[in-house]
C-alpha cells in the first residue's frame, strides 16, 4: 500500500509542497536569540539543518478550508524506518499505519475501506490489521513514508517575532513558486535550539497547518499482534 502521495485533491495539497530553508555553518546558529542579525534565508537554515539532525519527532496535520477541517493527522517517526500514523477524513473515513522496516501494518475504518475501491475488500474485513510489503504501496492507499523532507529554500522575508502556544517565535514567509497565491509561513523558534515548530501554507481556499513536536523524544513501536492481521499477500491478486 502507498508511499507519500495522496488520492484527494487536499491530501496531494497535505504532501505534496515542498519545505524549505538553506544551509548554515555557524557553530554558534543553535543558540542565538531572537535579537540576532540573521537574514530569513539563514534562519530557515539553521533551522532546516536543526530538523535534519532530529531521531525522532511528532507530526500534526489539518486541512480545511472556509474554517472546516477536512483532514487531520499525526504522525511519530525515527525519520527512517519506523514510523505511525493516525489520520482522519471529515467523511468519517479514519485509518492507523504501522510502517516497522519494509513491512505496513495497516487498521482501516469501516468507511475507509467503503471509499478504497479495492476488490479485496470484503476479505479485508477478516481481521483488524493488514499486513502488507512496503514496495506493494498503491497511491490511493494514503500511507506515509517515514522519512520528512526538509529541503533548502532562498528568498523569504523574516517577520517580528512573536508568541506561538506560550513559545517565541519568529515567521518567516516564502511564496510557493508552483502555485499562485500560494504562501508559506514558517514558525522558528527563537530560543534556544531553532527548532522549526509550525508551517502554515496557504492555496486559497486551502490551509495546511502543520505542527513539529516530540524532538528527539524516545520512540518505540511494535506490531499488533499476529491473532489480529491479515497478510494481504494471501488474498487473491486486487485485480480491475
Not at 537574514?39 to 532546516?48: E, H, N, P, V, Y
Not at 514510523?83 to 505496513?104: M, V, Y
Request: proline content about 7%; hydrophobic content about 35%.
Amino acid at each position: 500500500m502507498v508511499r507519500t502521495k495522496t488520492s484527494a485533491a487536499a491530501l496531494c495539497l497535505l504532501l505534496g509542497a515542498a519545505i524549505s530553508g538553506c544551509a548554515v555553518t555557524d557553530n554558534d546558529a543553535d543558540t542565538r536569540s531572537a535579537d540576532d542579525t540573521r537574514t530569513a534565508d539563514q534562519l530557515l537554515g539553521d533551522s532546516t539543518r536543526t530538523m535534519r539532525a532530529l531521531t525522532s519527532l511528532t507530526i500534526d496535520m489539518q486541512v480545511g478550508s472556509e474554517g472546516k477541517t477536512g483532514y487531520s493527522s499525526r504522525f511519530t517517526t525515527d525519520l527512517e524506518r519506523r514510523c505511525t500514523l493516525k489520520a482522519t477524513w471529515s467523511r468519517g473515513a479514519t485509518l492507523e499505519q504501522i510502517r516497522i522496516g519494509e513491512t505496513d501494518y495497516i487498521h482501516p475504518g469501516g468507511t475507509y475501506l467503503e471509499m478504497w475501491g479495492r476488490k479485496t475488500v470484503p476479505a479485508m474485513r477478516q481481521k483488524p490489521w493488514l499486513k502488507s510489503p512496503v514496495s506493494a504501496a498503491l497511491g490511493a492507499d494514503n500511507l506515509v513514508d517515514c522519512a520528512w523532507p526538509f529541503p533548502s529554500y532562498k528568498g523569504a522575508t523574516k517577520g517580528n517575532p512573536t508568541e506561538l502556544d506560550r513559545k517565541r517565535v519568529i515567521p518567516v514567509k516564502v511564496r510557493d513558486a508552483e502555485i499562485s497565491d500560494g504562501m508559506y509561513t514558517f514558525y522558528v523558534a527563537a530560543e534556544g535550539k531553532p527548532y522549526l515548530l509550525r508551517i502554515d501554507h496557504q492555496e486559497p481556499p486551502y490551509l495546511r497547518i502543520t505542527k513539529f513536536s516530540g524532538f528527539n523524544n524516545r520512540f518505540a513501536v511494535q506490531p499488533p499482534a499476529a491473532v489480529d492481521v491479515l497478510d494481504l499477500s494471501k488474498l487473491p491478486p486486487d485485480v480491475p
